[in-house]
């Protein structure tokens, strides 16, 4: 079956643009998660989505970042205003139910502002 | 805020040989994963430990939870070059969804 997957893989904008990237979860996966990788570093947690709602936006840096998941399917994440200290990889991540369920990662898009 | 250290960062062996990656934190965790990671890729799933003291094996490949669920290690036994990524550990608080990563080992197995 098609596993998580990620548009686009790279992206280069430049300083002070808009971007959306975009998630398709497993089908059938009610939780998805979106994380940042920067270089050298383990991911970080930005937001966990249960259905449609956002469970947990705890991690999202400021309100620059903004996700949405309006049929609780297709995600996506949306920075604003972007700076050069938003390049890093966003890793999107889906699970059946949530809790203690086995995360899915795609394979990331990798942001890079000039 | 819980943090997961994780060494060593870098490990360059020779085929064959042994090894072990540690995960320490001085946060209690409901749950541990680890990960592997290679390079443009996402990480994938290698094990899950729940109860403090557990040992899980897979193949060549066994991970040990602490017993206060606090660390983590994972050794790896006559290491292929196939073994070569980004070793990540993650560990899950008491919401149980948010995984809080170390910044990983990145192993190097040399044929």
């Known amino acids: 079956g098609a596993g998580v997957s990620q548009t686009p893989s790279n992206k280069v904008t430049e300083k002070g643009k808009y971007v959306e990237l975009r998630c398709d979860p497993i089908?059938?996966?009610?939780?998805l998660y979106w994380y940042r990788q920067s270089l050298g570093q383990g991911p970080e947690f930005l937001i966990y989505?249960?259905?449609?709602?956002?469970?947990?936006d705890s991690g999202l840096p400021n309100d620059r970042f903004f996700a949405v998941r309006p049929e609780g399917s297709v995600s996506t994440l949306k920075i604003q205003r972007t700076e050069r200290g938003d390049s890093a990889v966003y890793l999107c991540?889906?699970?059946?139910?949530?809790?203690?369920?086995?995360?899915?990662f795609g394979n990331g898009t990798r942001l890079t502002v000039t | 805020t819980q943090l997961l250290e994780q060494s060593p960062q870098f490990l360059s062996i020779q085929e064959g040989e042994n090894l072990t990656v540690y995960c320490n934190s001085s946060?209690?965790?409901?749950?541990l994963q680890w990960y592997r990671q290679e390079p443009g890729e996402g990480p994938v799933l290698l094990v899950t430990?729940?109860?403090?003291?557990e040992v899980k094996k897979l193949k060549r490949l066994t991970f040990q939870f602490g017993d206060a669920r606090k660390d983590s290690s994972l050794h790896i036994t006559a290491a292929q070059p196939g073994d070569t990524g980004l070793y990540l550990c993650?560990?899950?608080?008491?919401?149980?969804?948010?995984?809080?990563f170390g910044k990983g080992t990145l192993l190097t197995v040399n044929p």
């Open positions: 993650a560990g899950a608080g008491v919401s149980n969804y948010k995984l809080t």
């Open positions: 946060s209690v965790f409901s749950s």
């Open positions: 991540a889906s699970s059946h139910q949530g809790q203690g369920s086995p995360l899915h």
């Open positions: 089908s059938g996966h009610t939780a």
């Open positions: 989505f249960q259905g449609t709602g956002a469970a947990d």
């Open positions: 430990v729940v109860t403090g003291g």
